[in-house]
């Protein structure tokens, strides 16, 4: 007792002398740091080395299913009613507010409407509103915009898991809807905030980029592997640079068209006019190039030529949506407005609209073959992304709701969408693709080892998030000026072209040691 005793004394000295050149910030950044460094050398150890045993992907549709209804059951317990607005004072409204996280796909807007709720809704109507439990609930809120991510990123990894190939017309339009978050987060943000600092630009591409440039400094894959953190980044910049151009444009309505027209012009110039695409980003071939192991004669510009050009065009319709939120919220309202028979018939008729237009677009477009499908996918992807977020959204009722469990699911896309590769599957190697599954059961439990270790992955991707988000605030304090920021940008830059170098020069090391012998 005496020993354990005095241990503790000890203990409790050094922590008090720790305390006082380390602050608490200062301790959970390092701690971040730690732990963030050990999950990507955990990526290594998984993926790169044979410790953990593989086993084969099996897929079986009724399995598949079976687990998606299952899970959604889960959801549906998880439900969670949305808070209703503060009242905004008719005189001196706030502005309006809205927040991005990814830059992308998590998007909460509150568009100061064209018509307020409480100037246009009288006393009584309110009151009885609120009194029967419903109330109004804008469109696409962080909420509601985190479950839509979150139930996409399951199926776009169970595509993955089990080789569900028959889903993957299914699985473009989900990476068609992330990237229409990027257009429709982003436009937000800067055009109601107006916010085009250094500081704001670096964090966005410290939330996009940050892991995958360290997964592919440890792992040696090249950064197209990752092609979906270059698409969020591609059309996060391109609308940064547009809509931070002569900004005081974005105030009237004259400019904000020139600046569609804009985004319009480069997504068709650069992608749809033949030799365009290859003379622009020949200069960053470095960037987006892809040495693909499966197919060595494959031109090393064709990877991203081809996921960019599938998708070049959606994020424009998600800024042309963002842009008019505020109208689309007001004609919520004044269907919710009308009496409780027609506003019920209006909304019947509406939901049914959309339905047969997905039935149209089911039979002409997305039923197609893969081929002939990619080929029409540019140019139609908006609409199943449109008629989804009119029905998920023309009932008051279903505004009001979300389920928990797949708005936790959401927060993490991209940290699961990387982490997927060398902790939940393995690669074959370098650039490789995560053909083989992680065996960390008994032979023979493919369904209890998929459960055990889908825990283990969705826990350090969370860790992964937050851990992200710690060490940004050491990188990129808030409210300092921009010479500190450029200061520690060139720091980190220099940190991690010393770390590629250090990579290169070991690899070629090894390869001439192996050679000798």
Known sequence: AAIAKDVLVDNEDRAAAMAKYVSDEQYAQLSSA???????LLFYFCDRTSYIPRMGKTYNKDTFWTLWVLLCVGGLMTLRKAKPEKPKSPVSPKAP?????????AVNVNHQSSVSTTDTIPNEVAESSNAGGTYHVKHLQRDQTEEWKGWMQVMFLWYHYFAAKDIYN????????????????????YYIKRDFSFARFCQMQWRLNFMVVLACAVLGNEYMLYYICMLHTTFTVIIYAVLGFQSQMNTTFQGVCIKFAACAAVGVVMWDIEGVFGIIWAPLTWLVQYHDPYKPDRPIMSEWQFRSHLDHLVWIVGMFMAYNHPRFDSWLQAIDRMPSKISNTVKISIFAAAGLGFYVYNELVFSLPKKEYNQLHPYTSFIPIVLFIIMRNIFTTARMYHMHLFEFLGKTTLETYIAQFHIWMATTGANG???KLLRILPEGYPLLNFLVISVVFFFVSYRLFQNTNVIRTFVLPAKVPNAVLQRNVIYLATAVAAIYALAAFMKGFITTSSVGM
């Open 34 to 40: 730690a732990e963030f460094s050990f999950y990507i």
């Open 97 to 105: 507010s809205v927040a991005v996280t990814e830059g992308t796909a």
């Open 170 to 189: 299914a699985i473009r339009l989900y990476i068609a809807a992330y990237v229409w978050m990027t257009g429709f987060g982003n436009f937000s943000y």
């Open 433 to 435: 693709a995560p053909k």
